[in-house]
């Protein structure tokens, strides 16, 4: 049958817009973030990163803001652009021990002309 | 930039058949690592590697698995008796320490298992 997860969220902006995608994490102990871009058929692509000491951090045309009271992440992007369009992943690394990440689901970032 | 390369791109093969995937990490980085993207859905962890043993595995990672290195450049996935349920996309990822330094994702393989 078919997965709930072809069901992507999807966020459509107009091109020039900003974009805000959000992500909710599972666990308080987690102490680092990072938001990564997938294209189609691609692996995943670093955008920007945080600790969980920050609540704030910017990149070129990213800020990503952390709020560990409610345990969400967000992705902020200035000026959407076509080359935009992806799929944006939040991931964290769930102790302070562990190399791996867990992802979130996704969410389809379309931006429109 | 240093790239983590992946080969094949795609592989198809017969369910019940053995295959290896194969990772050139960044030649300076200690960790390494493999995870499952099943179609439409998120990017799934199901190893890590370091000072030549696994030091992490998910539920995911069942006797079915194996990894290993080789040599001092390659990094393998091996999946024994390939299910249908095998398909997805695999990429493998290296980082010079921990998940926080350089953590960079290959390209993936694409296995279907028909």
């Known amino acids: 049958g078919e997965s709930v997860g072809l069901h992507l969220p999807t966020l459509s902006v107009q091109e020039g817009d900003n974009s805000i995608i959000n992500c909710a994490y599972s666990n308080s102990a987690s102490d680092y973030f990072i938001w990564y871009k997938q294209e189609s058929g691609k692996g995943p692509q670093f955008i920007i990163d945080i600790r969980s000491n920050m609540d704030k951090r910017q990149g070129q045309r990213v800020t990503v803001l952390l709020n560990k009271t409610v345990k969400h992440l967000s992705l902020q992007i200035a000026a959407t652009q076509p080359g935009d369009s992806a799929v944006y992943f939040c991931?964290?690394?769930?102790?302070?021990?562990?190399?791996?990440?867990?992802f979130g689901p996704g969410t389809r970032l379309s931006v429109l002309p | 930039e240093p790239e983590v390369t992946q080969t094949p791109s795609h592989q198809v093969t017969q369910m019940g058949q053995e295959v290896i995937l194969r990772c050139v990490p960044i030649s300076n980085h200690l960790y390494f690592y493999w995870y499952r993207q099943i179609l439409g859905q998120k990017v799934e962890f199901l190893v890590s590697?370091?000072?030549?043993?696994?030091?992490?595995k998910s539920e995911i990672f069942d006797d079915q698995f194996s990894v290993e290195r080789p040599d001092g450049s390659n990094f393998t996935l091996k999946i024994r008796s390939t299910k249908l349920e095998d398909s997805a996309m695999y990429f493998c990822?290296?980082?010079?320490?921990?998940?926080?330094?350089?953590?960079?994702f290959g390209s993936g393989t694409r296995l279907t298992v028909v």
């Open positions: 990822a290296s980082s010079e320490a921990g998940p926080g330094i350089g953590y960079t």
């Open positions: 590697f370091y000072n030549n043993e696994i030091s992490e």
């Open positions: 991931a964290e690394v769930r102790d302070n021990y562990g190399q791996n990440f867990v």
